[in-house]
C-alpha cells in the first residue's frame, strides 16, 4: 500500500517557467489538499478537492491551479513560478473531511525557484 | 480568523525527561484540535486529536487535554526518547474542509 505519493521529490526552476507536481492516493480517499511549509510559518493550504471534478481555494491559492478529474489523483500546476513559491510542498488525503477524518500526508516536493 | 499559536521556539531535553509543548486557539465555537508529527524527511502524520472539551487524546505515550477555559491543547509525554525527536505542529478545524496549523515545534531528545 503506496499510500500518498509525490513527485518529483525536488525541482529546480527558473523565474516564469511552469511546472506540475504530481500527487497521488491509492487509499481511495475522497478528500485531497495541497499545502505549503515555509520555516517559521508552519503549513499553508492551498487548494483541497472534497472529490472528483470539485475543488476548492485554500489560505494562499494565489499563482497555483488544480483539478481533479480522477478521485486518486491531485496535481499542483504552477502557472509562471515566482522565487516566492520556493517552498516545500506537501500533499494530503483523507476518507473524510480533516475534522474527522485522519489527513495522510505525502513525503514532501522540495521546490526552488531561481 | 481561527487560528493555533504554538509557542516559540526549539525544544532540547535530555532522554527521559519530560516534554511539554503549548498550543493555544483562537476560534468560534468548539474546533476540533489536533496534533500533528513530522518525523526528519517525512511528511506529517496524526498523533491525536480531541474533537470537544475535557476531551484527552493520547498516542505513544502523548497526551493533550482540550481545555475551554484556557482554550489550550498542550502536548505532553513524561518521558522522552531519542526516537520523539521531530517537529510537532497543533492544528484546529475551523470548518470549510480546512485544517488551520500552527507553526510547529523543532523537539530534539539527546541521549
Known amino acids: 500500500n503506496a499510500g500518498v505519493t509525490q513527485t518529483p521529490k525536488f525541482q529546480v526552476l527558473k523565474t516564469g517557467q511552469s511546472m506540475t507536481l504530481q500527487c497521488a492516493q491509492d487509499m481511495n480517499h475522497e478528500y485531497m489538499s495541497w499545502y505549503r511549509q515555509d520555516p517559521g510559518m508552519g503549513l499553508r493550504l492551498i487548494h483541497y478537492?472534497?472529490?472528483?471534478?470539485?475543488?476548492d481555494q485554500g489560505e494562499v491559492p494565489n499563482g497555483y491551479n488544480v483539478s481533479r478529474s480522477t478521485t486518486e489523483d491531485f496535481p499542483l500546476r504552477l502557472l509562471s513560478a515566482a522565487p516566492s513559491q520556493t517552498s516545500v510542498y506537501f500533499c494530503a488525503s483523507s476518507y473524510s473531511n480533516p475534522r474527522t477524518g485522519e489527513l495522510f500526508f505525502g513525503e514532501g516536493s522540495r521546490l526552488t525557484v531561481l | 480568523g481561527d487560528s493555533v499559536t504554538q509557542m516559540e521556539g526549539p525544544v532540547t531535553l535530555s532522554e527521559e525527561a519530560f516534554l511539554t509543548i503549548n498550543c493555544t486557539y483562537t476560534?468560534?465555537?468548539?474546533?476540533?484540535l489536533f496534533w500533528y508529527v513530522q518525523y526528519p524527511g517525512e511528511g506529517l502524520q496524526l498523533l491525536l486529536k480531541a474533537t470537544k472539551a475535557d476531551d484527552k487524546g493520547s498516542n505513544k505515550g502523548f497526551e493533550a487535554t482540550y481545555r475551554k477555559e484556557t482554550t489550550s491543547f498542550h502536548l505532553e509525554k513524561g518521558s522522552v526518547q531519542v526516537s520523539d525527536s521531530a517537529v510537532y505542529f497543533c492544528a484546529l478545524y475551523y470548518g470549510n474542509n480546512r485544517l488551520a496549523f500552527g507553526k510547529g515545534n523543532q523537539v530534539v531528545v539527546i541521549p
Open positions: 478537492s472534497v472529490g472528483a471534478g470539485i475543488t
Open positions: 476560534a468560534t465555537g468548539y474546533p476540533s
